[in-house]
């Protein structure tokens, strides 16, 4: 009978191998940030948080675990099972509040364009590993295909805010797998001149938001509401802020989502100026940091995964400060790491882990 011996050294250092110690530092000092700003801001909800940070980062270890070439295997299967939820939400989906997001199983309610936040990256690094040795117009078009198909579905029922990530998410893929700047600026052209097109497609309420950023008094007490008030804690936070707990805007309930979309109100409006500065000094040091990761990874898998995730976190923070900061329409994108809810929580710290698996795997052999 093999004798069972504890050694806590020994299981610490089990525990922690996979993780990026600068990764996991910068990761702590935002969630202590966020902690301190949800306190704050709804203190009611503190303890649910918490219970979604222990499932993030029980998410995060798995991840870190896994090796590159099995999340490679993954990426096509993960893929087609999110667009055939995709799918199944346009045809049996639940409606809430006007929109069809979310597929009911009957034990549970889950939302399939979240994984598509994940998929398409997986998806699409995958796709051009495998056409690594010579890339032709037609490549680049079923990249464009394998993009535009999940974001389709997702801009439809509708959810323009997980639209966007996704859409970005791929973006990136594209962009960092080597698309022409010729070709980017067409894209761009091609995207203006089909702006009143696009703008015929839009829904009522949509459009309201973009007009209404275009002069939130319009409508104040209506969809100009959010926008107003948000701006008005932003720019009342001055350079060192009200203090914590002291946010008028944020105690006195002008914030609406105070909580989640527009935290970002609540931190600027009792932290100021100072305080938006540290958290973008986070920011930019988590996304340098996963740049770093990407530059060094070994294959071009890995290359493209870790450099897109990193870009989508820098898209959710610069989204959600611009519709925050009224320079954005509102579109329903949470502040990284620093809203309260579980499942965005999740899908962020699912792509730490992944930066954290192609991190530690940088030196093995690929096969």
């Known amino acids: 009978m093999t004798e069972f011996a504890f050694r806590p050294r020994e299981w610490w250092q089990r525990l922690v191998a996979p993780i990026d110690p600068t990764l996991l530092a910068l990761l702590a000092l935002l969630l202590g940030y966020a902690l301190l700003v949800l306190a704050s801001a709804s203190p009611e909800r503190l303890n649910n948080q918490f219970i979604n940070l222990a499932v993030a980062l029980v998410v995060m270890r798995v991840a870190s675990q896994m090796p590159p070439q099995r999340l490679m295997h993954l990426a096509l299967p993960l893929y087609l099972f999110g667009v055939l939820l995709l799918v199944a939400v346009a045809l049996f989906g639940d409606v809430s509040k006007g929109a069809k997001r979310w597929l009911n199983l009957g034990?549970?309610?889950?939302?399939?364009?979240?994984?598509?936040?994940?998929?398409?990256p997986l998806m699409l690094a995958w796709y051009f590993q495998k056409h690594e040795a010579m890339l032709r117009l037609r490549d680049w078009a079923a990249a464009a295909l394998i993009l535009l198909l999940p974001v389709a579905l997702i801009a439809r029922q509708p959810d323009l805010g997980t639209a966007i990530l996704v859409f970005a998410?791929?973006?990136f893929v594209i962009f960092l797998a080597g698309l022409s700047w010729k070709v980017m600026a067409l894209l761009f052209v091609g995207g203006l001149a089909s702006l009143p097109f696009a703008w015929t497609l839009l829904r009522d309420y949509q459009r309201h938001r973009i007009l209404t950023l275009i002069d939130p008094e319009s409508d104040p007490l209506g969809?100009?509401?959010?926008?107003?008030?948000?701006?008005?804690?932003?720019?009342?936070?001055?350079?060192?802020?009200?203090?914590?707990?002291?946010?008028?805007?944020?105690?006195?309930?002008?914030?609406?989502?105070?909580?989640?979309?527009?935290?970002?109100?609540?931190?600027?409006?009792?932290?100021?100026?100072?305080?938006?500065?540290?958290?973008?000094?986070?920011?930019a040091l988590l996304i340098g940091r996963g740049l770093m990761i990407a530059a060094n990874a070994p294959t071009l898998f890995s290359r493209l995964l870790a450099g897109s995730v990193t870009l989508i976190f820098f898209t959710y923070a610069f989204v959600n400060m611009g519709m925050v900061s009224g320079i954005l329409p509102v579109v329903g994108v949470p502040l990284p790491f620093v809203s309260y809810g579980g499942t965005a929580l999740v899908t962020l710290f699912l792509g730490v882990g992944i930066l954290m698996s192609i991190h530690k795997h940088r030196m093995l052999v690929q096969k």
């Open 107 to 120: 034990f549970m309610r889950i939302q399939p364009s979240e994984i598509m936040k994940i998929a398409m």
């Open 169 to 171: 998410a791929g973006f």
């Open 223 to 283: 969809k100009g509401f959010h926008i107003i008030q948000s701006t008005i804690a932003v720019g009342s936070g001055g350079i060192l802020g009200k203090g914590w707990g002291n946010g008028t805007q944020t105690h006195l309930e002008f914030i609406p989502e105070r909580h989640t979309d527009f935290i970002f109100a609540v931190l600027s409006e009792e932290f100021g100026l100072l305080g938006n500065t540290f958290l973008l000094v986070l920011y």
